[in-house]
């Protein structure tokens, strides 16, 4: 076969093996296969040497076009292969826009945030402002300012967490109304939502964190009829209806007298149930007047200015609004419960 005859055939096979090239890889493989330096063209025009002067220019010519054909069939290949891979990607990957997606899922609040926001509009209705504290406080916030004493047995009524630098967790949102006295001028009217902390035994109606709103109201000639008043208010707009309650004496040492406010347990419509440890009452409601001792510890003239507080307590309200029968709910994070609301 001639040296001519061999570069066609070189040709030929060249364009057969680079159209049937798949892929990027394969095609370079091929082209060095081919025009590389050890390619097949190289070898052979080793056969160059034998020929005369004359025929070396022709076949050397020849063998020229052979490499520039090859090269285009290369890069003819190369953009083919390249739009049949966009080609590919647009069908497979197109986007229906109008094709309806699964359902979307959306939080909630969690039924204290809830009913937490609810209470602070009816109070700012009443003309109350809002306030915050932290939850790591001094002893002195805590207990020490509210008339505990260092050792005030009632200290043992709470059990505490207390931190290492000698701090304690709140146990409850009281020591916000020591910030309220120490910040604000009388007359005013605070409510103060907040998380709280007790080292307690955890069971259907007991947590170590929960929620409570303290509520203060300082002023001239502040008595219990505002207290009750205001609870009553409160607690009708709360639960919509109207609410049996009783008030027993309790002790609290920044109050004075103090009351505990029940209500008729709404779990088992004052029956007897594990909420309310068959009793038929719920405890929902520490309140009172404010001790003397805790408006002159926040050098206030006790003769002049008198107050009322309480303690809301968000948990046992939001078991008494949907008929909860287990407090450890709340924290539990389980989504078939929270979904409820
Ligand atoms: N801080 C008290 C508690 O958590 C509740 C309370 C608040 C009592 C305000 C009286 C007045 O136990």
């Known amino acids: 076969m001639?040296?001519?005859?061999?570069?066609?055939?070189?040709?030929k096979e060249a364009e057969a093996a680079v159209i049937a090239s798949k892929s990027d890889e394969e095609l370079d493989q091929n082209k060095n296969n081919f025009i590389g330096k050890k390619g097949k063209l190289t070898s052979v025009l080793k056969g160059l040497a034998s020929l005369s002067v004359e025929e070396k220019k022709t076949t050397g010519k020849l063998a020229n076009e052979a490499q520039v054909k090859i090269e285009s069939f290369v890069e003819a290949q190369r953009?083919?292969?390249?739009?049949?891979?966009?080609?590919?990607?647009?069908?497979?990957?197109?986007f229906d826009s109008l094709k309806s997606l699964p359902p979307l899922e959306r939080g909630t609040l969690h039924p204290i945030s809830q009913i937490q926001y609810e209470i602070e509009d009816i109070f700012t209705s009443m003309g109350f402002s809002i306030m915050d504290g932290p939850e790591v406080e001094t002893d002195e916030n805590n207990f020490g300012a509210l008339n505990f004493t260092e050792d005030h047995p009632a200290r043992d009524m709470q059990d505490t967490f207390y931190t290492k630098d000698g701090n304690l967790l709140r146990t409850h949102t009281s020591a916000i109304q020591v910030r309220a006295l120490r910040n604000l001028k009388p007359p005013f009217r605070i409510i103060a939502p907040g998380r709280v902390f007790r080292y307690e035994e955890v069971d259907a109606s007991h947590e170590n964190t929960f929620y409570q709103v303290e509520g203060m109201v300082v002023g001239e000639g502040i008595s219990i009829a505002h207290l009750i008043y205001t609870m009553e208010t409160l607690l009708s707009r709360i639960f919509r209806r109207e609410v049996k309650t009783r008030l027993r004496p309790g002790y609290f040492p920044f109050v004075e007298p103090g009351f505990e406010l029940d209500i008729n347990c709404l779990v088992c419509e004052g029956k007897g149930c594990s909420v309310c440890k068959q009793s038929g009452w719920l405890e929902l409601l520490p309140c009172g007047l404010v001790h003397p001792n805790v408006l002159e510890h926040a050098k206030l003239d006790s003769k002049k200015w008198s107050g009322f507080a309480f303690g809301l307590g968000l948990d046992r309200l939001v078991m008494m609004r949907y008929g909860i029968n287990d407090i450890r709910y709340f924290q539990s994070g389980n989504l078939r419960f929270l979904n409820q609301f």
């Open 2 to 11: 001639s040296l001519t005859q061999e570069i066609e055939n070189l040709i």
């Open 79 to 94: 953009k083919k292969i390249k739009e049949e891979f966009y080609e590919v990607k647009l069908k497979n990957e197109f």
